[in-house]
Every structure is written in C-alpha cells, then in structure tokens.
C-alpha cells in the first residue's frame, strides 16, 4: 500500500534517510525543515530516481504562523496521513552552570513544544493504524557532557510519547520512540569534542562502530508499516549494544 507519512527534519541526516527509504517504496512523504534550502534541493533533485513523491515544506516550527501554514498546506493536501516521524531537532550544548533558562526554552520549543502542536494539529487526518515514531537518544535517561539542555528535552519527549501510546490507542495509533546511538551527521559533528566523542562512543560499542541513518530508516520503515498498534509505548534502541554496558 502506498502511504503518506509527515517526516519533520526530513531533508538532513537521520531525516532525510527516512525519506530517501519511504520514496523508495513509493510513499508520499511531507520532509519538514527549518532553514537548509541546499539540503532540501538536494533531495528534491535525488528523490525524481525514486517512486513516491517528495513534498519539502520549508517551516520553522517554532514560529507559530509559521506551524499553522505549514499545518494547512499539509491538511489542504492530503487525504489521510499513515504516518509522524519527528526527526527535526536542536539546542544548546553547555555544561549546566552557564546554561541560561532561554537555552533550555529553545531547545524544548524545537524538540518537544512544536511536536506536540504539529501532532494536535494534524490528527484530524492520521488514519487508524498510523504510527507516530519520536527519535530519542541515550542522554533522555543518562549522563552526557554538555547535554542538560537537549537530554532533558528528550526526557520530556519520551514521557509525553508515553502519554500519547495510551491516550491515542483507541484510535488505533501506535506511538514509539526509537534511540539510535551515536551517528555522525551534522548535528553531531557540531558538538563539542565531537572527535573525541565518536572515538570513546566506537570504542564502548560491542560491535565496534556506529550505527548508520541507513539502518535507523530501516528500523522505522519495519515499525511504520505494521498493520497493528499492539506493540505501543516502547522505546526501540539501535546502538550496537552501547547501551547495554554498565
Ligand atoms: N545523530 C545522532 O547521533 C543522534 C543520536 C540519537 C538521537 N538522534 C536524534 O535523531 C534526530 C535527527 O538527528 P540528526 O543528527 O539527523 O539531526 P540533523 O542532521 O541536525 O537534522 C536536523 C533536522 O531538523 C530540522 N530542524 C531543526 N530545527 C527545526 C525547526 N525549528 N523546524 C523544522 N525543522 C527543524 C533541520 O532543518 P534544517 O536542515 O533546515 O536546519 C534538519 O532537517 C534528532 O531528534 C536527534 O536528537 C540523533
């Protein structure tokens, strides 16, 4: 069946490879972005190789006009949506003493706020058996260097995602979490020590490298297209077992 599914952050990194992965299967995909019109270009002229239909939408999320036309082009458009992936993320990397309340704003205002308005305002048309899919990292729950301000918006994330599973599973929507370990993409490389963290993250990961956007696509790809919402609420982790060390 060919689905349409709404990927914010969809033109970069993580994002974009769950875009490239879903137009490879036909779907319609609606890739939200801030800023990066080069990225989004760039997608548009790789996705004409492809079956399903790219639609970039260019909208700071943050900007409440700019939620409402982003939101009404996307309802004008479509008939049913079969899928919300939120990639789109930011924030501020300080260590807690010099991180002011405006940082810790701004980054829940892009990483947890405009989700939940995105998704209040586009249910109307998520059809029953649709996934919802937030992307979490391992700071949501534990210790990282200069990752108060995001980690605890990603703690936020995974707690409102908790609320959403038992709360929408009457309309047949299954809502999870997946937490990719560390991946270099641009968000990453903009990190403080950013060498140093990817070397110390391979050397504690069992397989010995990290993990690629491909395989998070894939991994959301197998959760979107499930005809069921009965596994729901759960946090799915691709990390090469980084996790699992004490
Ligand atoms: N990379 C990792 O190691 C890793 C690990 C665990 C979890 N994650 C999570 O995975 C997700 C994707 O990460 P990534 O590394 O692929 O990120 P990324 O490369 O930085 O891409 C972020 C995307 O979000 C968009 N975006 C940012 N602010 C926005 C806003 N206000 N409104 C609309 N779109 C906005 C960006 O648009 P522009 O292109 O216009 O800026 C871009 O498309 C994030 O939630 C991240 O926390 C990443």
Aim: proline content about 2%; glycine content about 8%; charged content about 20%.
């Amino acid at each position: 069946m060919k689905n349409t599914y709404v990927i914010t952050g969809g033109t970069r990194g993580i994002g974009r490879a769950i875009t490239i992965d879903f137009l490879s299967k036909g779907h319609t995909v609606y890739a939200i972005y801030a800023r990066n019109l080069d990225e989004a270009q760039k997608l548009i002229d790789i996705s004409q190789q492809y079956s399903g239909k790219l639609i970039c939408v260019r909208g700071d999320l943050t900007i409440p006009e700019v939620m409402i036309q982003t939101t009404n082009q996307i309802l004008d458009t479509v008939e049913a949506i079969h899928g919300i992936v939120h990639c789109a993320a930011s924030g501020v990397h300080r260590l807690v003493d010099e991180l002011k309340t405006k940082h810790l704003r701004w980054t829940y205002e892009v990483n947890v706020f405009s989700f939940h308005e995105l998704l209040m305002r586009l249910l109307p048309k998520v059809s029953q058996n649709a996934k919802i899919i937030g992307l979490t990292s391992a700071g949501s729950s534990r210790y990282l260097q200069q990752y108060a301000a995001v980690g605890s918006s990603k703690g936020a994330l995974d707690a409102l995602f908790r609320h959403y599973a038992v709360e929408l599973a009457h309309r047949k929507i299954g809502v999870n979490l997946v937490c990719p370990g560390m991946i270099e993409t641009e968000a990453v490389k903009n990190f403080p020590n950013s060498e140093q963290r990817v070397s110390a993250a391979i050397s504690l990961t069992p397989t010995g490298r990290l993990t690629t956007v491909e395989e998070v696509a894939e991994l959301i790809s197998f959760l979107v297209c499930v005809n069921h919402n009965q596994f729901t609420g759960q946090t799915f982790y691709i990390d090469g077992g980084k996790g699992l060390l004490a």
